[in-house]
């Protein structure tokens, strides 16, 4: 048998194993080249053949193995359609039972009468007789990985199979694990196995119940390496300039003064965080999260009217037009009131109205920008920007930050990121592992507790009624659905359908309808309208999210509600009880699906942004958390943001990574945690989470 070395273990397998060579080639289709790479491609799930059983005791409909005998053979050929299919007669002392294969699999030649096999697979009951259906098999007396066990299943490629794929992985764990050192010493892996070892149970388990130890050890390697570089990234910063935005504490109350309201404790302590962080000569790199209407708006205008009395430009970049036009309608005012001038830069603008702005830009005329990502683009230039404020941050690809922040030329400019998703703590190690946090839980003083409900579509009738009363007292209404057009796979309400039904049903009504389909201007023109009350009712897909500030709009009807991650519907819950008038929103969903309506309970029951994405997070995890595949968030490979457990191995890993730069910052002494890192290297869409 080979045995590889630590050299070994990175040369392309066709070399460092002669005896794998045509296997080499299958394993390149897999993009499996070297041996340590065959050793982290690891099963996405596990069959449990482990219940060896008599024929005469096989189980319809589970998972389970039997030893017998081949009394028959016998190929049925294809016609038509039909694909062939052989059929393999069996019997032990007990009983008897067949197997069947369809396609030319060409078990036939593999077996004859008279065999003696383990047969693992799924047992189905066809009249009388137990049937496996395309099991796996193996001879009696020869070890095997694919029978009487727990059996990994792993994703493939054409031409690769998964019994080929074992027979190959299991040769190359043999070859290659004495040659893996373990990276962490006795103390820092605590309980979790040694790596070799859990490297090995993760492939080829001896039992169901060690699976779970050994993807954790696993999981906790690859949140290290992710810390590791998240505190090199810190360490990394203490070494770069930044502009020193320092304002007095008589400066700063003068700002916080000028603001038409007094600022909630956690704003306050939001807004003395930042300051200090402005002051120093390192950049600044925090994150300010708030639930829906708890005035982060505030505070970011009190940190770029800090950067302008210092003299510096500041710039506000928010993912979509219609958020970045409502930052604009809401920070204007206050900035200026503040004496500070703001001016609007997206895609949209003319080109003189963009020159325009440019060159005001250029001048410094222009003191804080606020648009997309029309901000970044070439024409613009910035000659002392200091602060960047970037919203809804994990919207925008890594490449599009490092733009922005490239705009500095007085050192790196100051970096604040807002969130409106409440991000409980352990996910926000992972996803943000790199920013200090401010949280503003407090709700600022006036704001409307909104009334939520759960009805069902035969409550539509009284629902219009209602939408009819509410707009002959003057208030507004939207109506969310989850689709732009309607769909013959999915049976869910569409704008385009729901509009249309909406005229007929209410014509006294005036409806609007805004989707992410429509071009931009068309979509500004309706939400102008719909705010400045030429509509009643707005029928909209989730553009209008984030950012949309309605203080007549007292209804919010969800459809297909259950359609919706929990988070996404507090933020559009978020979306009424924003002015003077009671608020309402209604939740419409016919599904019987016991978590879809537990989901739904939480968010009548709680208007607490940050106790429901603990919720979400507990019943569905980080993806519906953060939105779905976001670019800010990593796509881990082993570690799951959907297991709690795995978020709290991540609070052990920053601790661990946090000493381990602190005493060898470029992991020199540390060979194996190098190793690690470029073992889990992070791409350029999940890299500067931060």
């Known amino acids: 048998m080979t045995v590889l070395g630590p050299d070994d273990l990175d040369r392309p397998i066709r070399i460092a194993m002669p005896d794998l060579t045509r296997g080499a080639a299958a394993l390149a289709r897999l993009r499996i080249t070297t041996a340590r790479e065959a050793l982290w491609y690891l099963p996405f799930r596990y069959d449990d053949f482990s219940d060896l059983r008599p024929l005469g005791e096989l189980l319809p409909d589970e998972k389970q193995s039997a030893r017998a005998r081949v009394e028959a053979v016998r190929v049925e050929p294809g016609f038509g359609r039909r694909p062939q299919r052989v059929i393999v007669q069996l019997s032990d002392d007990t009983g008897s039972a067949e197997a069947i294969w369809f396609g030319r699999q060409f078990v036939e030649r593999r077996l004859k009468a008279g065999d003696e096999l383990i047969v693992s697979g799924k047992v189905t009951q066809r009249g009388w007789r137990s049937q496996f259906t395309s099991p796996e098999f193996s001879p009696v007396g020869r070890e095997s990985v694919h029978t009487a066990r727990v059996v990994p299943v792993y994703h493939l490629a054409a031409g690769v199979t998964q019994k080929r794929l074992r027979?190959?992985?299991a040769r190359i764990l043999d070859?290659?694990?004495?040659?893996?050192?373990?990276?962490?010493?006795?103390?820092?892996?605590?309980?979790?196995?040694?790596?070799?070892?859990?490297?090995?149970?993760?492939?080829?388990?001896?039992?169901?119940?060690?699976?779970?130890?050994?993807?954790?050890?696993?999981?906790?390697?690859?949140?290290?390496?992710?810390?590791?570089?998240?505190?090199?990234?810190?360490?990394?910063?203490?070494?770069?300039?930044?502009?020193?935005?320092?304002?007095?504490?008589?400066?700063?109350?003068?700002?916080?003064?000028?603001?038409?309201?007094?600022?909630?404790?956690d704003q306050a302590s939001a807004v003395a965080a930042i300051g200090a962080d402005l002051a120093l000569e390192r950049p600044m790199r925090r994150l300010l999260q708030g639930d829906v209407g708890s005035g982060k708006t505030a505070v970011a205008a009190v940190a770029l009217a800090s950067a302008v009395r210092a003299g510096w430009q500041g710039v506000l970049m928010a993912p979509t037009e219609i958020l970045a036009r409502q930052h604009h309608i809401g920070l204007s005012p206050l900035l200026d009131g503040l004496g500070v001038r703001a001016e609007f830069l997206s895609g949209s603008l003319s080109m003189t109205s963009k020159k325009q702005i440019h060159d005001a830009i250029a001048e410094g005329g222009a003191e804080v920008v606020i648009g997309t990502h029309a901000v970044i683009s070439e024409a613009v230039e910035f000659p002392r920007l200091g602060l960047v404020i970037v919203d809804e941050q994990h919207r925008f690809g890594v490449g599009q930050r490092a733009a922005l922040q490239a705009k500095g030329t007085g050192g790196e400019p100051h970096v604040l990121a807002l969130t409106a998703t409440p991000i409980p703590r352990t996910l926000a190690l992972t996803v943000y592992g790199d920013l200090s946090i401010s949280t503003i839980r407090e709700l600022p003083p006036g704001r409307q507790p909104i009334r939520t409900e759960i009805r069902d579509r035969r409550a539509l009738p009284k629902i219009e009624a209602f939408l009819t009363s509410e707009a002959a007292e003057g208030r507004q209404s939207f109506v969310v659905v989850p689709l732009v057009t309607e769909s013959e796979a999915l049976q869910v309400a569409s704008v385009e359908a729901e509009a249309e039904r909406l005229a007929a049903a209410l014509p006294q009504l005036r409806i609007g309808v805004v989707h992410g389909q429509q071009k931009a201007n068309a979509r500004d023109e309706t939400m102008s309208a719909f705010a400045a009350g030429e509509k009643d009712v707005l029928v909209a897909t989730t553009v209008i999210e984030v950012g949309i500030d309605v203080p007549n709009a007292s209804v919010i009807l969800i459809e297909d509600a259950e359609r919706f991650g929990l988070a996404q519907l507090h933020q559009l819950r978020g979306r009424v009880g924003r002015g003077a008038h009671r608020s309402f929103c209604i939740l419409l969903s016919d599904s019987t699906d016991e978590v879809a309506q537990r989901r739904l309970e939480i968010l009548r029951g709680s208007n607490d942004g940050f106790a429901i994405a603990e919720a979400d997070l507990e019943l569905r995890g980080a993806g519906n958390v953060l939105g779905t595949r976001q670019s800010g968030l990593p796509p881990l490979r082993v570690a799951s943001l959907f297991e709690p457990r795995h978020l709290r191995l991540a609070e052990r890993?920053?601790?661990?990574a946090d000493a381990v730069v602190a005493d060898d910052p470029t992991m020199a002494q540390r060979p194996g945690l190098a190793r690690l890192q470029a073992d889990f290297a992070l791409s350029e869409a999940d890299g500067d989470a931060a």
């Open 175 to 265: 070859a290659a694990l004495p040659a893996v050192e373990d990276p962490l010493d006795e103390n820092e892996r605590g309980e979790l196995p040694v790596l070799s070892e859990a490297m090995r149970t993760a492939h080829f388990p001896e039992d169901a119940g060690d699976v779970t130890g050994a993807l954790d050890r696993l999981a906790f390697d690859e949140l290290l390496a992710l810390q590791i570089t998240f505190a090199q990234a810190r360490q990394a910063r203490e070494l770069l300039t930044a502009p020193r935005i320092s304002v007095t504490d008589a400066q700063r109350n003068e700002i916080v003064d000028a603001l038409p309201f007094t600022l909630t404790d």
């Open 653 to 656: 890993a920053r601790t661990l």
């Open 167 to 169: 027979e190959l992985l």
